[in-house]
């Protein structure tokens, strides 16, 4: 399950999921300027410093968590396929996540469609569930985001609630240990 015995890192059969670097930076910038990425989370592209806000955040969740978002790239030639992870982000909705951490990807255009979110968010249940033991794990989806809601679905979470979060719709999932 680990990568060059760091045991924050994850290989699956055709993926690797790595803590963020500075070299990320830059493939993570260009995926989140792309407006067929971004529709379902903010619906506009992020501007570099709104990337790096969002990067930071990224880094910080490792530092105070022990937890937080990898980069995940192709095993065969590290190709970027995007961010995959869990956060706790304090979200001021109703109904909160009571503490629970919430998961999220976001994928570049060019791994869309190949099975890469599953595979990734999978791993990182199962690396979350090892080492942190949460007894639940959330999610928040945009109800247009079809193919966010059958990676979901595919990876166990079940709808609990729909809600409305800075003003746009989302359907709150969960999945509970047990």
């Not at 055709?14 to 963020?20: F, G, K, Q």
Request: aromatic share 10%; charged share 25%; proline share 3%.
């Amino acid at each position: 399950m680990s990568a060059g015995g760091d045991t924050r890192e994850i290989e699956t059969g055709r993926l690797s999921l790595r803590l963020p670097t500075l070299a990320d930076f830059k493939d993570s910038v260009q995926m989140l300027r792309d407006e067929s990425v971004v529709r379902h989370i903010g619906g506009k592209p992020f501007t570099q410093e709104d990337s790096w806000m969002r990067f930071l955040r990224q880094v910080g969740h490792w530092q105070l968590f022990d937890y937080g978002f990898w980069i995940v790239r192709e095993k065969g030639g590290g190709a970027f396929v995007g961010h995959v992870g869990l956060g706790d982000f304090r979200r001021e909705m109703t109904p909160d996540f009571g503490g629970a951490p919430e998961m999220g990807w976001v994928l570049a255009r060019s791994a869309h469609g190949k099975g890469y979110a599953t595979e990734a968010v999978e791993a990182a249940i199962r690396w979350m569930r090892l080492r942190h033991q949460p007894a639940r794990i959330v999610c928040m989806i945009e109800p247009e985001n079809a193919a966010s809601l059958r990676v979901a679905a595919k990876c166990g979470f079940r709808e609990f609630a729909r809600s409305t979060y800075k003003d746009t719709a989302v359907v709150l999932f969960e999945r509970v240990s047990g």
